[in-house]
């Protein structure tokens, strides 16, 4: 048994949850087969040089039981994707999930525009080597 704190932006309040859960790792086996997933700008965000900011990109759909590596040769000339996010509670990789926006380091002065390619996710398919333990909630913080 593992506790651990699960911190998360509640989507309606935009407060910060937090709630202590029991889990634990697991294993799993990683197909050599893969895809890859476009991520895209859904808005305007000008930036200046060192600048770290949150892009809302299109909604992009991950797999139930997949895993997302960012493919670092594609980036947009301004900066790089640093993170995949999506508000809410954390969602099981056993589940579909999503992600509706990227954290962006610039490195240049500039405007990210609504529809720039952001970057590329590379997405591989997995199997659980055994049925993961589902986190249990103990207590709301």
Same mark, same amino acid.
């Given at each position: 048994?593992?506790?651990?704190?699960?911190?998360?932006?509640?989507?309606?309040?935009?407060?910060?949850?937090?709630?202590?859960?029991?889990? +634990?790792?697991?294993?799993?086996?990683? #197909?050599?087969?893969?895809?890859? =997933?476009?991520?895209?700008?859904? +808005?305007?965000? +000008? $930036?200046?040089?060192?600048?770290? =900011?949150?892009?809302?990109?299109?909604?992009?759909?991950? %797999?139930?039981?997949?895993?997302?590596?960012?493919? %670092?040769?594609?980036?947009?000339?301004?900066?790089?994707? #640093? #993170?995949?996010?999506?508000?809410?509670? %954390?969602? %099981?990789?056993?589940?579909?999930?999503?992600?509706?926006?990227?954290? $962006?380091?610039? $490195?240049?002065?500039?405007?990210?525009?609504?529809?720039?390619?952001?970057?590329?996710?590379?997405? $591989?398919?997995?199997?659980?080597?055994? =049925?993961?333990?589902?986190?249990?909630?103990?207590?709301?913080?």
């Amino acid at each position: 048994m593992v506790e651990i704190r699960i911190v998360y932006k509640d989507t309606e309040t935009g407060e910060l949850k937090s709630e202590i859960v029991d889990t +634990e790792d697991y294993e799993y086996t990683i #197909a050599t087969r893969g895809g890859w =997933k476009m991520i895209i700008a859904d +808005e305007e965000v +000008e $930036f200046e040089v060192g600048e770290t =900011k949150p892009i809302k990109i299109r909604k992009t759909i991950l %797999p139930r039981e997949s895993i997302v590596l960012m493919c %670092p040769v594609s980036r947009h000339g301004l900066g790089y994707v #640093a #993170a995949l996010g999506r508000g809410g509670e %954390p969602q %099981p990789v056993e589940e579909e999930r999503e992600i509706d926006y990227v954290i $962006f380091n610039a $490195f240049e002065k500039g405007k990210v525009r609504n529809g720039d390619l952001l970057g590329v996710l590379n997405v $591989f398919p997995i199997m659980m080597v055994r =049925k993961a333990k589902r986190p249990t909630k103990i207590k709301e913080e």
